[in-house]
C-alpha cells in the first residue's frame, strides 16, 4: 500500500467514497458543549448546564439500582423485543404492546419514521423554530422539508402548516410542548387540524415533554387518536423528565401496522440492556416524577419572577425551559453567562438572534443562573 499513488489511483479511491447530493447536505447536529471541556477551555469549575432541558435532580435511584443489579449480565445481548419495558409501558399507557415501538432515544424513531416512510418526491412539513431532527431525517431520505414559521405568540401555525399540504407530503410533525419555544397547541386546535389532513399522511407528534404538560386541562390526550386508528404517531421519551438522555430510551406509540413497518426497518438490538431494565424502573418510580415536576414548577415561578423584575419578555413554559428575549445579541450574552460559570442555548440558531432557551434546574442552580444573568446584561 505504501506506493506512490498515481492521479488515477486518487481518483479511483475518491470515486469508492462519493456520496449523494443529499448526503451532502445534512448538517451534524450541534450538541452543547459538555461540561468538562467548557472547565478545561476557562480554567474554571463548578460550571452548571442549563442547556439540554435534562433532569438536574438526576435519574431516579430505582434507575441506578436497576443498573447496578444488571450490571453482571452485560456479556449478554438485550432482549431485542424489549418485552419487559414495553409491558410497563402498554400498562402505563393503557395501550396495547403492538402500537409500542422502542428506540434509541426518539432520534431513533424520527430517523426510522424517515427511512421507512419517505421516498424520493415526498414532501415533509414541521415548524420553525422547532426541533432539528425532522429536517435531517427528511434530507436523508431526499424529501423537501417545508418550515412553517410559529405565530408572533411562538406557537405552532396549525392554519399555515394545513395551508401547506399538498399531494406529495406525506409526514408532518408537530413538537408539543414546541422546544425551544415552550408552547403547545390547545387539545381543540389539533382536533381541527387532524380531521383536515388527508388520509395518506402521518401526523407525528412529539411529546419530549409530555408529562410536564400533561396536568394543563388544555393539553391534548393523543393517544385517543392512535387507539382510534387514526394515521397519527405519538413520541415520548426517557431522556427528559425521566432523567435518562445518557442511556437513549425513547419511544413511539402508533397503529400496529405502522408499527410493524418500523420493526422491520430499526436494528434488532436498538435498546441496550441497560436502557431497558433502567427505563422499567424509572417508568415506576411515581415518587421521583412528582419530585421533579414539583422542582420545575418552583424553578418557573423563580425564573418568571426574576424575567418580570428584569423587564425581558418571556414565553410561558409547558415544559422545563424557558424561551425568553434578552435584548440583546444572544451570543454574547451566552459568552459572558460561559464565563459566569452556566451553559445556556443561544436564540441565534433558531432564527432569534436575542432569544436564550434555558433549562430549569435545581433552585441551587437556577439562583446561580439568574444573579449571573443580572450581572451580565447589566455590563453588556
Ligand atoms: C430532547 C428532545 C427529543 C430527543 O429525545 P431523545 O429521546 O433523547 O432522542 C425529541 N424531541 C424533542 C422536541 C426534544 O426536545
Same mark, same amino acid.
Given at each position: 500500500?505504501?506506493?506512490?499513488?498515481?492521479?488515477?489511483?486518487?481518483?479511483?479511491?475518491?470515486?469508492?467514497?462519493?456520496?449523494?447530493?443529499?448526503?451532502?447536505?445534512?448538517?451534524?447536529?450541534?450538541?452543547?458543549?459538555?461540561?468538562?471541556?467548557?472547565?478545561?477551555?476557562?480554567?474554571?469549575?463548578?460550571?452548571?448546564?442549563?442547556?439540554?432541558?435534562?433532569?438536574?435532580?438526576?435519574?431516579?435511584?430505582?434507575?441506578?439500582?436497576?443498573?447496578?443489579?444488571?450490571?453482571?449480565?452485560?456479556?449478554?445481548?438485550?432482549?431485542?423485543?424489549?418485552?419487559?419495558?414495553?409491558?410497563?409501558?402498554?400498562?402505563?399507557?393503557?395501550?396495547?404492546?403492538?402500537?409500542?415501538?422502542?428506540?434509541?432515544?426518539?432520534?431513533?424513531?424520527?430517523?426510522?419514521?424517515?427511512?421507512?416512510?419517505?421516498?424520493? %418526491?415526498?414532501?415533509?412539513?414541521?415548524?420553525?423554530?422547532?426541533?432539528?431532527?425532522?429536517?435531517?431525517?427528511?434530507? +436523508?431520505?431526499?424529501?423537501?422539508?417545508? +418550515?412553517?414559521?410559529?405565530?408572533?405568540?411562538?406557537?405552532?401555525?396549525?392554519?399555515?402548516?394545513?395551508?401547506?399540504?399538498?399531494?406529495?407530503?406525506?409526514?408532518?410533525?408537530?413538537?408539543?410542548?414546541?422546544?425551544?419555544?415552550?408552547?403547545?397547541?390547545?387539545?381543540?386546535?389539533?382536533?381541527?387540524?387532524?380531521?383536515?389532513?388527508?388520509?395518506?399522511?402521518?401526523?407525528?407528534?412529539?411529546?419530549?415533554?409530555?408529562?410536564?404538560?400533561?396536568?394543563?386541562?388544555?393539553?391534548?390526550?393523543?393517544?385517543?387518536?392512535?387507539?382510534?386508528?387514526?394515521?397519527?404517531?405519538?413520541?415520548?421519551?426517557?431522556?427528559?423528565?425521566? %432523567?435518562?438522555?445518557?442511556?437513549?430510551?425513547?419511544?413511539?406509540?402508533?397503529?400496529?401496522?405502522?408499527?410493524?413497518?418500523?420493526?422491520?426497518?430499526?436494528?434488532?438490538?436498538?435498546?441496550?440492556?441497560?436502557?431497558?431494565?433502567?427505563?422499567?424502573?424509572?417508568?415506576?418510580?411515581?415518587?421521583?416524577?412528582?419530585?421533579?415536576?414539583?422542582?420545575?414548577?418552583?424553578?418557573?415561578?423563580?425564573?418568571?419572577?426574576?424575567?418580570?423584575?428584569?423587564?425581558?419578555?418571556?414565553?410561558?413554559?409547558?415544559?422545563?425551559?424557558?424561551?425568553?428575549?434578552?435584548?440583546?445579541?444572544?451570543?454574547?450574552?451566552?459568552?459572558?453567562?460561559?464565563?459566569?460559570?452556566?451553559?445556556?442555548?443561544?436564540?441565534?440558531?433558531?432564527?432569534?438572534?436575542?432569544?436564550?432557551?434555558?433549562?430549569?434546574?435545581?433552585?441551587?442552580?437556577?439562583?446561580?443562573?439568574?444573579?449571573?444573568?443580572?450581572?451580565?446584561?447589566?455590563?453588556?
Amino acid at each position: 500500500m505504501a506506493q506512490t499513488e498515481t492521479p488515477t489511483r486518487l481518483e479511483a479511491l475518491k470515486e469508492a467514497t462519493k456520496v449523494a447530493d443529499n448526503i451532502t447536505r445534512l448538517i451534524p447536529y450541534r450538541p452543547g458543549k459538555p461540561v468538562a471541556e467548557v472547565e478545561r477551555e476557562l480554567g474554571i469549575t463548578g460550571i452548571i448546564k442549563l442547556a439540554s432541558n435534562e433532569n438536574s435532580l438526576g435519574p431516579s435511584p430505582k434507575a441506578l439500582t436497576a443498573i447496578h443489579d444488571y450490571a453482571s449480565k452485560m456479556h449478554v445481548y438485550p432482549d431485542a423485543s424489549s418485552f419487559e419495558l414495553r409491558n410497563a409501558l402498554s400498562a402505563h399507557l393503557n395501550v396495547s404492546p403492538d402500537t409500542l415501538v422502542l428506540g434509541n432515544g426518539s432520534d431513533d424513531i424520527i430517523h426510522l419514521l424517515g427511512v421507512t416512510f419517505l421516498e424520493e %418526491g415526498d414532501e415533509v412539513i414541521q415548524a420553525y423554530p422547532s426541533f432539528v431532527r425532522y429536517e435531517a431525517a427528511a434530507i +436523508l431520505n431526499n424529501a423537501p422539508c417545508h +418550515l412553517v414559521p410559529l405565530t408572533s405568540d411562538w406557537v405552532h401555525d396549525l392554519d399555515a402548516m394545513a395551508e401547506r399540504i399538498n399531494k406529495n407530503t406525506r409526514l408532518i410533525f408537530i413538537t408539543n410542548p414546541n422546544n425551544p419555544t415552550g408552547t403547545i397547541v390547545s387539545a381543540e386546535a389539533l382536533k381541527r387540524f387532524i380531521a383536515k389532513v388527508p388520509e395518506r399522511v402521518l401526523v407525528v407528534i412529539d411529546e419530549a415533554y409530555y408529562e410536564y404538560a400533561a396536568p394543563a386541562p388544555e393539553y391534548a390526550d393523543t393517544l385517543d387518536y392512535v387507539r382510534a386508528g387514526e394515521n397519527v404517531v405519538v413520541l415520548r421519551t426517557f431522556s427528559k423528565i425521566y %432523567g435518562l438522555a445518557g442511556l437513549r430510551v425513547g419511544y413511539g406509540v402508533m397503529r400496529p401496522d405502522i408499527a410493524n413497518w418500523l420493526h422491520q426497518t430499526r436494528e434488532p438490538f436498538n435498546l441496550n440492556l441497560m436502557a431497558q431494565v433502567s427505563a422499567v424502573a424509572a417508568l415506576a418510580d411515581t415518587e421521583h416524577l412528582s419530585k421533579t415536576v414539583e422542582m420545575n414548577e418552583a424553578g418557573k415561578t423563580e425564573f418568571y419572577r426574576v424575567l418580570e423584575e428584569l423587564g425581558l419578555e418571556y414565553v410561558p413554559t409547558y415544559g422545563n425551559f424557558i424561551w425568553f428575549d434578552t435584548g440583546k445579541e444572544s451570543p454574547a450574552v451566552f459568552q459572558a453567562l460561559l464565563r459566569e460559570g452556566v451553559i445556556v442555548r443561544t436564540g441565534d440558531v433558531f432564527g432569534a438572534p436575542t432569544y436564550l432557551r434555558v433549562t430549569v434546574g435545581t433552585q441551587a442552580e437556577n439562583t446561580k443562573f439568574l444573579n449571573a444573568l443580572r450581572k451580565v446584561l447589566s455590563s453588556l
